[in-house]
């Protein structure tokens, strides 16, 4: 893993935390009542307050029937929830299914940008990990359900072509070509449409097609 990745986190840990510094919920938001008390809805509405890591967690899964404003829920949690993700959590994928669900490409720039240099940080500091805190397999397939594309994260892998991530590779390859060859989407937790689904999955497939092809003979 190259030093410069681990650092390239840490910087974009540290420009999100700074552009969603003192972002709360709207004071009237109070949340689906049968999965959250008010005591932890009244924390959202308090900038900068630290939050219980499983609150943290549990607010970015939901899907936006839980919240007045889910948007403004994430943006609240973002600054301890990119730490949760660069640490290793369960299910990152509905996670990420929260970050498409809030729409964030079409937050202001800096927001926006904040957000994706994270997601492209996350993705290339795991790429060079022998063993990622998260699977290569399952923080992929969360970037690619936040954004609805497989696109740029497949031109990251192809960018940073070294022993680690030629493992990953090979390990998400046999993972995904099972999925594949049933017409089978390996993004259990995707938001986009099913159009943009359709696209990402085949788009996957032609390029391990090329990149690692299934072993026929075990077919």
């Known amino acids: 893993m190259s030093s410069s990745d681990a650092q390239a986190l840490q910087s974009a840990i540290a420009r999100v935390a700074e552009v969603f510094a003192g972002m709360t919920v709207g004071p009237d938001e109070i949340g689906c009542q049968r999965c959250y008390g008010p005591a932890e809805v009244a924390l959202l509405r308090v900038a900068d307050a630290v939050l219980p890591v499983d609150l943290v967690a549990s607010v970015a899964q939901e899907t936006p029937d839980h919240w007045d404003d889910q948007p403004a829920v994430i943006r609240r949690v973002l600054p301890q929830l990119v730490v949760v993700l660069a640490q290793g959590t369960a299910s990152p994928?509905?996670?990420?299914?929260?970050?498409?669900?809030?729409?964030?490409?079409?937050?202001?720039?800096?927001?926006?940008?904040?957000?994706?240099?994270?997601?492209?940080?996350?993705?290339?500091?795991?790429?060079?990990?022998?063993?990622?805190?998260?699977?290569?397999?399952?923080?992929?397939?969360?970037?690619?359900?936040?954004s609805s594309s497989v696109t740029p994260w497949l031109e990251l892998w192809v960018a940073h072509e070294q022993p680690a991530a030629d493992r990953h590779l090979s390990e998400c390859a046999a993972w995904w070509w099972d999925d594949l060859d049933?017409?089978?989407s390996p993004f259990t937790c995707w938001w986009g449409s099913d159009v943009q689904e359709q696209a990402a999955c085949r788009e996957l497939a032609d390029w391990l097609a090329v990149r690692a092809p299934r072993d026929d003979g075990d077919r």
Request: charged letters at 15%; hydrophobic letters at 45%.
């Open 93 to 146: 994928d509905m996670v990420a299914r929260g970050l498409a669900a809030a729409c964030w490409p079409d937050w202001p720039q800096p927001q926006a940008q904040a957000l994706g240099g994270f997601l492209e940080a996350w993705w290339t500091w795991t790429l060079g990990q022998e063993t990622p805190p998260t699977s290569a397999r399952e923080v992929f397939e969360s970037c690619v359900t936040a």
């Open 182 to 184: 049933q017409d089978a």
